[in-house]
């Protein structure tokens, strides 16, 4: 079964540090997305990537986050200057357009990103 | 989006069925309802998705009256590999997925 994929699976990096965070989606989707979770807490929306442009941005999703996808297959999220509070699980996400199974995101395993 | 109000936590254990209730009471005429399911450390899971009536899958129910104002999850004798967080989302598209707190689900032997 396709599956997401992403890589590293745990991130350490030091306060300030740029990172970049890598997935490889299904195959063919073509929507794509970044969620965070902070330990112990609930699962958060920050942005959804459609036809190599943003559709939707949560208020997490501000200008110290990028996201591009460079090549076919690569989906990436990008943090320029990381915070202590950027410490969290990020998962990719990535779906087929439309139809009854709009809500059906495929999940990857996340990369674990511990700031200090 | 419509705001989902579902239990903090359930026990069960293994064997029984387990119906998880969640109220939208604000729901639109456009929006599904979606469940997906999460285990520790590991991304969600698509469980299943409704408009009305009922659906059913290999691995579990969703009931929504004709009012859609709540919906209820049913996972049938469950096992300790049930123990999760089950997320009910409602929303027209698939853009700007919101999930609230779950219900932790603990399955006893």
């Known amino acids: 079964e396709p599956e997401v994929t992403q890589t590293p699976s745990h991130q350490v990096t030091q306060m300030g540090q740029e990172v970049i965070l890598r997935c490889v989606p299904i195959?063919?989707?073509?929507?794509f997305y970044w969620y965070r979770q902070i330990l112990g807490q609930k699962v958060e929306f920050l942005v959804s990537f459609y036809n190599n442009e943003i559709s939707e941005k949560s208020e997490i999703f501000d200008d110290q986050f990028s996201v591009e996808r460079p090549d076919g297959s690569n989906f990436t999220l990008k943090i320029r200057s990381t915070k202590l509070e950027d410490s969290a699980m990020y998962f990719c996400a990535s779906s087929e357009p439309g139809g009854t199974s709009s809500y059906e995101q495929y999940f990857g395993p996340g990369t674990r990103l511990t700031v200090t | 989006l419509a705001k989902t109000t579902q239990p903090i936590s359930m026990d069960s254990y293994e064997g029984q069925e387990v119906n998880i209730t969640c109220s939208h009471n604000n729901i639109a005429t456009n929006d599904y309802i979606t469940w997906y399911q999460q285990f520790p450390s590991q991304g969600p899971r698509f469980i299943i998705q409704g408009y009305k009536t009922k659906v059913t899958n290999e691995v579990a129910s969703l009931f929504i009256p004709a009012d859609r104002k709540s919906s209820t999850l049913s996972l049938p004798r469950v096992s300790l590999s049930d123990t999760a967080v089950y997320y009910c989302?409602?929303?027209?598209?698939?853009?700007?997925?919101?999930f609230g707190a779950g219900t932790r689900l603990t399955v006893k032997p």
């Open positions: 989302l409602v929303g027209p598209n698939n853009n700007d997925m919101r």
């Open positions: 195959s063919n989707h073509l929507y």
